[in-house]
């Protein structure tokens, strides 16, 4: 069992930046790839970004590709993703998710085993 707990959103205006933190319980953090994923009012969820087990290895949707980071600290059992040149559409609800799986681009969050609860992000025009 993994436990996620994400942190960092906030309001912040376009242009500007925020880092998410997705915190794990646990001891197996390094066994799961991360994925960060998000949902706007009436929208579906959506992949955002996937990190491997190991770190060495990201991949991004491309709405967001150039902009945003993934990274993570096995040693603190932390994933985070850095979110730059932000704009009104990124709006929504971030997730964070852990995949048991070994693949490099599994995208689809029915998928991933665990989810944190979810953290707004708000970026105003």
């Known amino acids: 069992q993994v436990q996620l707990v994400e942190s960092g959103g906030g309001l912040v205006q376009a242009g500007g930046s925020l880092r998410l933190s997705c915190a794990a319980s646990g001891r197996t953090f390094s066994s799961y790839a991360m994925g960060w994923f998000r949902q706007a009012p009436g929208k579906e969820r959506e992949f955002v970004a996937r990190?491997?087990?190991?770190?060495?290895?990201?991949l991004y949707a491309d709405s967001v590709k150039g902009r945003f980071t993934i990274s993570r600290d096995n040693a603190k059992s932390t994933v985070y993703l850095q979110m730059n040149s932000l704009k009104p559409e990124d709006t929504a609800v971030y997730y964070c998710?852990?995949?048991?799986?070994?693949?490099?681009?599994?995208?689809?969050?029915?998928?991933?085993?665990?989810w944190g609860q979810g953290t707004q992000v708000t970026v105003s025009s």
């Open positions: 990190i491997t087990r190991s770190g060495v290895n990201t």
């Open positions: 998710a852990a995949d048991r799986s070994t693949s490099v681009n599994n995208i689809k969050g029915d998928d991933y085993d665990y």
